[in-house]
């Protein structure tokens, strides 16, 4: 036998001896496979079907907004239109106290009148009422709490004149005069609050003479909130829903006899409302977010006249922000609007007059800038035209219409 011969039988013997080594080793694995499988699956079965599931809580955030421009506290001049997608204004913390949890600040704004201090759980707030009928104006204290989850607030702003003489008694309670609380509650990711605010809309008089007929007049308004927002756990797109019912008296009643006023008229009003806010363009330096509120009102007014209104307003809105700097410590804001009164139906049926409305008021825009130095301190500046619907206590008007505001805030 040659040496080519002995050299081809050596490698074939060689590869059938290679071929049935790898057979046995992959059905020795397939085996292993297979045992493994049937393993798991008697562990499975053994498993008792009446054992109690464990409770796996949810997990919601904390603060689901995932964003640094939600993670700031602003002042009045943010948040005009009240975008729901937007960061957190002092207005908003008073609506919802419970939001005062954990936060530990002192803001001061001097063109509204108006200073909060948090403690991280108590809280205090200083600012003025004023009577819609005349210039009275009066200080208001607020005292609250706050935990996580619930909050609540009482607040007074009190004004009373009593004079006596030979032939009679005069109380007054000045245009102002304010009784008010609130209360907010967190569950399932919502927030719940409410609240209620008895207001002396022009100065009061109570006259109780020894002789003669006993008088009184009254102006005052009693409104009554509630709300439901998602905005503790929304990721962008956010949303309340509220109503509101207001009671405005305006009477003069003498010996018992109740004489109401037609100017202005008394009135009782229910509006629900529904505010949204959803962020359509943003990185890490910019965002935009665009709002709408709907607000639907119907008002009845009472004697001497015979009168009522039910009104639909649309309330489109765009707030844009920008943070500037490597260290974003400036902040840029600006924001636009405007109310669509898309339907109003006024009844008067003492005259038997009806009238149907619709109109797009005037677009009213703002614009605002923060720094903030370090952790701790932040000021911010705005400036809005033409803010017909949203004047407030304190602010200053030139003959412009122009509203400046003014605020800082110390954080601990």
Not at 245 to 273: C, H, R
Request: with cysteine; net charge negative; glycine share 8%.
């Amino acid at each position: 036998m040659n040496l080519k011969t002995m050299f081809g039988i050596g490698l074939l013997s060689f590869g059938v001896a290679f071929a049935q080594d790898s057979y046995q080793s992959a059905t020795t694995q397939s085996m292993s496979e297979q045992e493994l499988q049937k393993q798991e699956e008697q562990a499975a079965s053994s498993e008792s079907l009446t054992s109690p599931v464990p409770f796996v809580k949810p997990d919601i955030p904390k603060d689901s907004k995932r964003t640094p421009f939600n993670a700031i506290l602003h002042g009045k001049s943010y948040n005009r239109f009240s975008n729901m997608a937007a960061a957190n204004n002092t207005d908003l913390l008073l609506t919802y106290p419970n939001l005062f949890a954990n936060r530990k600040f002192f803001y001061m704004e001097p063109t509204n009148k108006l200073g909060i201090i948090s403690l991280g759980s108590f809280f205090t707030a200083f600012d003025i009422s004023k009577a819609p009928y005349d210039d009275s104006q009066l200080g208001r204290l607020t005292l609250g709490y706050a935990a996580p989850g619930f909050g609540f607030y009482v607040r007074a702003g009190l004004g009373r004149d009593r004079v006596s003489n030979e032939n009679a008694v005069v109380n007054r309670t000045f245009g102002g005069d304010d009784w008010a609380a609130a209360i907010a509650k967190s569950f399932l990711g919502l927030n719940v609050a409410a609240d209620v605010d008895w207001l002396t809309t022009h100065t009061k008089t109570h006259r109780d003479p020894d002789l003669g007929a006993e008088s009184k007049d009254r102006f005052d308004s009693l409104t009554i909130g509630l709300s439901l927002t998602n905005a503790p756990t929304a990721k962008n797109f956010t949303w309340t829903l509220g109503a509101r019912f207001v009671n405005f008296l305006n009477e003069t009643e003498v010996d018992g006899d109740v004489q109401k006023a037609n100017d202005p008229a008394s009135f009782w009003e229910i509006t629900p409302y529904l505010r949204t806010g959803l962020s359509v363009l943003e990185n890490e330096n910019a965002r935009v977010l665009i709002g709408c509120g709907a607000v639907f009102a119907y008002r009845n007014y009472d004697d001497p006249v015979e009168v009522y209104t039910l009104t639909a307003v649309l309330q489109p809105s765009m707030l844009g922000e920008v943070f500037l700097g490597e260290n974003k410590n400036f902040m840029f804001y600006g924001e636009v609007g405007y109310d669509w009164v898309a339907f109003q139906f006024l009844k008067n049926n003492n005259e038997d007059f009806n009238r149907i409305t619709d109109k797009m008021d005037v677009v009213t825009a703002s614009v605002g800038f923060r720094y903030q130095y370090k952790d701790f301190l932040a000021v911010e500046l705005g400036l809005a035209e033409n803010m017909n619907l949203l004047r407030g206590p304190g602010n200053f008007f030139t003959s412009g219409e122009t509203v400046v505001d003014f605020s800082a805030m110390i954080r601990f």
